[in-house]
């Protein structure tokens, strides 16, 4: 079966510090992949997308960066924390013909910059 | 631009009741695919049901229905027979033809009891 894994939970981190997100992605080849930030109480914000290996689609400029150095991950990092990237991560996967279900989606990473 | 708005920031509905949640986009695209998603307290995004543009007939999946207005450019969402389950956020969603979705604002809907 496919799945999406993400990874942490949720996480605390101090300004100024790297992060590091990762999604896996289990039982399928050549997904297309994304990432998306939610704010509090607001709608869903797509950073970045990839449709393979080494190919990274920038949505906004900001202070964070993603890459996918393998066919089924997809990591987003940055290297010194703002306070204003506190929000609700989550990645998301969908195969190139599954296009009729749109995405589906990891269970999301908490993140509070303090 | 493609966007997706969503004018009931918030709504409520008496269990075992029906309640319409309202979505509009924008796009200039023919062909292309629409979505509810709904997120409850745990945050999980869950796919709700979903259009294809080309169909006329409005999708149904158990008590979610549609209400898909493609010239009005309008996709509301139904839910009849309201669960104290279906508290949650709702986000409508457009998929365009570079497979990006885009979401719309949401609407947090509560089951009373």
């Known amino acids: 079966s496919q799945t999406i894994h993400q990874w942490p939970a949720t996480l605390v981190q101090p300004v100024g510090s790297p992060l590091s997100l990762e999604c896996t992605v289990e039982?399928?080849?050549?997904?297309?992949l994304y990432w998306y930030r939610q704010a509090a109480g607001r709608g869903l914000q797509l950073l970045f997308y990839?449709?393979?290996?080494?190919?990274i689609s920038s949505e906004v400029p900001q202070n964070l960066s993603a890459s996918r150095p393998q066919d089924r991950q997809f990591i987003l990092s940055s290297k010194k924390l703002l306070l204003s990237d506190s929000g609700f991560y989550l990645c998301?996967?969908?195969?190139?013909?599954?296009?009729?279900?749109?995405?589906?989606f990891g269970s999301g990473t908490r993140l509070t910059v303090v | 631009a493609q966007t997706v708005t969503q004018s009931q920031p918030e709504m409520s509905v008496q269990e075992a009741e029906t309640v319409t949640l309202s979505c509009t986009y924008d796009?200039?695209?023919?062909?292309?695919?629409l979505f509810w998603y709904k997120q409850p307290p745990s945050r999980q995004m869950i796919l709700v049901i979903r259009?294809?543009?080309?169909?006329?007939q409005n999708a149904t999946e158990n008590r979610f229905s549609v209400n898909f207005q493609k010239a009005a450019k309008s996709f509301s969402l139904k839910i009849s027979d309201s669960q104290l389950g279906d508290t949650a956020m709702y986000f409508c969603?457009?998929?365009?033809?570079?497979?990006?979705?885009?979401f719309g604002p949401g609407t947090s809907l509560s089951v009373i009891p």
């Open positions: 998301a996967w969908k195969h190139e013909t599954n296009r009729p279900y749109g995405y589906t």
């Open positions: 039982g399928t080849s050549n997904p297309n």
């Open positions: 990839s449709v393979g290996i080494g190919q």
């Open positions: 796009t200039s695209e023919n062909n292309y695919y």
């Open positions: 259009q294809e543009a080309y169909k006329q």
């Open positions: 969603a457009f998929m365009t033809s570079y497979d990006k979705v885009i």
